[in-house]
């Protein structure tokens, strides 16, 4: 089925333009062009679309406000803004309506690659509803504690960049939208961040300012709910298996990129869990009664009762906000990396290898039966035989942050020895 996709431009030599660029793709898409926000709505009115892509200044009804009633009118409508002029007000006023940016003017290979990635992403959520939920989300609840120390530093006069990065870079939620925002505020960068305290850098400290401070970008999570405990639980255990991944990925010699694309994927590594209990908490409830009552894996018990797994809606909405591939990647496949496209050692392989390891030296960090190790796909890869190297620095990784944490649940390591696969 194609892909309907809607530009939006005043200039019409420019939408002339996009028609001309964009003519080999449509086998692909179903493309509409408009020169106005109002001539764009009665397009989508008659025909849903998939993705719309704005121009940002546009007189009458300007790209963010377009954009803002298409999220009311059709949530399930993947949003683009595309604009040369990055500012601080721009940012502000399209940061909840908009998934990402692009640079204008636009190379055809970047805009038809970023496209066609969005669309692709579609498939992972084959389920309207699920869907229309996820791609309207525009916050992650985060650790109330790390939310409230955040917003009390930036609105310190003595306020100090470093700590705020590194408190940001403890919680999944927040670690994601400063990801999203930087390209945003940056999307003419030659690579991608994938580093909070990278991203909170670029961004410096004003910029950081008014968008958690004025724009409200970040949500702490509701303090006495029915899945508090997991809650807690659930961003204890992202840090931990950020800092395993970490740790694995600089055994095997990743240099800085490939280290921050490790502890990143090794966060939002259950994103996804963390959209159900914040936006489906009666289907995540259901799903951890199966869990318990079959003794099944997560992703099993899932699929039974919502129809996808906590994988598959993480990297879609964090795909969706434009983090870089190797971080959607591990999301998408860490529970199956056999399954991936590309068998190569990456992020994917780190966090799997340490979701696996952290789970047996923290046996009830989860619900349901840990997690097994894809012999297979470490055997493709070639690495088999350094599972006891991981293993032994995995332990030292963990008791290093037991001592950080002065042993807080569910950071109660097993009094045994070594385990075994």
Partial sequence: MKQHILFVDDEPNLLNGLRR???????????????????????????PCDVVVSDMYMPGMDGSQLLHKIRQNSPETIRFILSGHPDQPMILGSVGSTHQ???????????????????????????HTLLRLVTG????????????????????PTADLTTVAALLARDMGMTAKILQIVHFAFFGLQCQVSSPIQATEFLGLE????????????????????????L????????????????????????AGWLDNAFSAGLLLDVGTLVL?????????????????????ACSAERDIIGATHAQIGAYLMG????????????????QP???????WSSLAAVHIAEVLVHEWLPNIAAGPAPALDTDYLTTLGLGDRLPVWREHVQHALQQHLRDTKGRPPFQIQDKGAPHA
């Fill in 21 to 47: 660029m964009l003519r080999p793709m449509r086998q692909c898409w179903d493309m509409d062009f408009a020169e106005s926000g109002p001539d764009a709505l009665q397009i989508v009115d008659r025909h």
């Fill in 101 to 127: 940016f692009l640079a204008k003017p636009c190379r055809a290979s970047e805009l038809k690659t970023r496209l066609a990635r969005v669309c692709h992403l579609r498939h992972l959520l084959p389920d």
């Fill in 137 to 156: 989300i525009e916050q992650l609840p985060s650790a109330p504690y790390l939310y409230h120390q955040v917003f009390k530093a930036l609105q310190e």
């Fill in 207 to 230: 910029t950081l300012q008014a968008i958690v401070i004025k724009a409200q970008v970040f949500a702490a999570a509701e303090e006495q709910t029915p899945y508090d405990s997991d």
């Fill in 232 to 255: 807690q639980t659930l961003w204890a255990r992202s840090l931990v298996i950020a800092t395993c991944a970490r740790e694995i990925m600089d055994i095997e010699g990743g240099d």
């Fill in 277 to 297: 209990i914040s936006h489906l908490p009666e289907l995540y409830g259901r799903s951890r009664e199966l869990i318990a009552a079959q003794h099944l894996s």
């Fill in 320 to 335: 969706l906000w434009g983090l870089p591939d190797a971080i959607v990647d591990a999301l998408a496949y860490h529970h």
């Fill in 338 to 344: 056999s399954a991936c496209p590309t068998q190569e």
